[in-house]
Nanobody
């Protein structure tokens, strides 16, 4: 299984970016998908998650600015980031709980990360 992220880059404060993460490989089903981020010198933190049924959860710091969504048919999760701030600068990682067989439980998988830099 691979998670491939795209959409990161450099943007000015107040701008927008949209991250995408597509899962590929042998996949029976995907449960919760999400985005995490890690800034230099800090621990990785949750940004947003979405269940297979569409229930969402956001970090307080991004509520009202970021929107997570997913396309179950394409095994893809998105993160629309608006009103970006310099403190949103970090490497953003995609996470998905994937079931690869009916005889296995869900296991967590991570993408390689994509850099988001917000200039002031």
């Amino acid at each position: 299984v691979q998670l491939v992220e795209s959409g990161g880059g450099l943007v000015q404060a107040g701008g927008s970016l949209r991250l995408s993460c597509a899962a590929s490989g042998i996949i029976v089903s995907i449960d919760t998908m999400g985005w995490y981020r890690q800034a230099p010198g800090k621990q990785r933190e949750l940004v947003a998650t979405i269940t297979s049924g569409g229930s969402t959860n956001y970090a307080d710091s991004v509520k009202g600015r970021f929107t997570i969504s997913r396309d179950n048919a394409e095994n893809t999760v998105y993160l629309q980031m608006n009103s970006l701030k310099p403190e949103d600068t970090a490497v953003y990682y995609c996470n998905a709980h994937i079931r690869r067989s009916y005889y296995r439980s869900w296991a967590p998988y991570w993408g390689q990360g994509t850099q988001v830099t917000v200039s002031s």
